[in-house]
């Protein structure tokens, strides 16, 4: 009997120790700047995913999630998992600035879905007056804020959220960014998996824009670098390019690629964080302002997001053979 209750008495010695250390370790990550992530769109298909990965991520203290309907019972969902940040639910026009007082970063994946035979002309048309409306009540209630875009089409998206920032006076190129990430986690995973590389351990920039043949990804600034050349660079191109259609044609018809993109989304807002809490060494790829190319005032390109002490991130890095270590 004596030893039995000494095995127990290390068994409940072992759990309270267990216990002190995940206690620790939340206290631990919640102790630093206070940052407040608000989701646009939170309860869609690539919303709810997406605050879920908000809401485990360590740098965020106050998570804020809107829809224009159904947000409250997200918010609740999502509230019971145990992590620190703190979980709060608008939904409706008139809820949305409470859901964006205060914020740090603002990610929007507002708006429809790409459906089979849907073209990105057919999204602009209907996602364009979402971004206008959420971008002005942004103007209006953080316009300090970092906006990251995900509504398609964000190679005009992006355009029109700068506008509607201009003609409210609060645009600031070094915060606005359209989320190419999915095209990058792509490119990543398609080269790892031909080149027998450990994913974790890849990156491959992607510059252009964010729709077909405007996508480019630079396998020859992969890291580690294997050479791609000739039928697979087409092939691996192609793939990355295509790799939105690849989902569509898959779920028949029933969806888009929402979990990938959420994850993406989610890879992005955290360099934002990071930067803004002064990590150096991020850079990202991103659909920004650019001079890159005189002919096109929007391109995809590398960013320095810890440079958001300064002020904002750090646009038109190289993007030629040179890799930024």
């Keep these: 009997m004596a030893g039995a209750r000494g095995s127990v008495v290390r068994s409940l010695r072992l759990v309270g120790q267990h216990v002190h250390k995940q206690h620790s370790r939340e206290m631990s990550s919640s102790v630093g700047p206070q940052r407040k992530v608000t989701i646009l769109g939170a309860a869609g298909g690539i919303g709810q995913p997406l605050g879920l990965l908000m809401k485990l991520n360590p740098l965020v203290t106050h998570l804020s999630l809107y829809d224009?309907?159904?947000t409250p019972g997200v918010a609740a969902d999502i509230s019971h998992c145990n992590t620190p940040a703190e979980v709060s639910g608008f939904a409706g026009d008139e809820d949305l600035g409470k859901a964006l007082e205060g914020s740090d970063v603002v990610i929007i994946p507002a708006g429809v879905p790409r459906k089979p035979g849907m073209t990105r002309d057919d999204l602009f048309k209907i996602n364009a007056g979402i971004v206008k409306t959420l971008c002005t009540a942004i103007?209006?209630?953080?316009p300090e804020a970092i906006v990251n875009m995900i509504?398609?089409?964000v190679n005009s998206t992006v355009?029109?959220?700068?506008?509607v920032f201009k003609k409210a006076g609060t645009y600031d190129p070094r915060k606005l960014f359209?989320?190419?990430t999915l095209d990058v986690v792509r490119a990543r995973t398609f080269y790892a998996?031909?080149?027998?590389?450990n994913v974790r351990d890849v990156d491959v920039p992607v510059v252009g824009g964010h729709a077909g043949i405007t996508i480019l990804p630079l396998f020859s600034q992969a890291t580690p670098?294997?050479?791609?050349?000739?039928?697979?660079?087409?092939?691996?191109?192609?793939r990355?390019?295509?790799g939105g259609t690849e989902v569509v044609q898959a779920k028949a018809g029933k969806g888009s690629a929402t979990l990938s993109m959420a994850y993406a989304g989610a890879v992005f807002a955290e360099a934002c964080l990071k930067g803004l809490n002064g990590e150096k060494g991020i850079v990202e790829c991103t659909y920004v302002q650019s001079s890159v190319i005189p002919e096109l005032p929007f391109f995809a390109s590398k960013i320095r997001a810890y440079k958001f002490l300064d002020g904002g991130a750090e646009h038109n890095i190289h993007v030629g053979p040179k890799v930024i270590s």
């Design 193 to 197: 998996a031909k080149k027998g590389l």
């Design 225 to 238: 670098y294997k050479p791609v050349e000739g039928d697979e660079l087409e092939a691996l191109t192609k």
């Design 159 to 163: 355009p029109i959220a700068a506008e």
């Design 178 to 180: 359209g989320v190419t």
């Design 151 to 153: 509504s398609n089409p």
């Design 139 to 142: 103007s209006q209630h953080c």
């Design 240 to 242: 990355t390019q295509d």
């Design 68 to 70: 224009i309907a159904g």
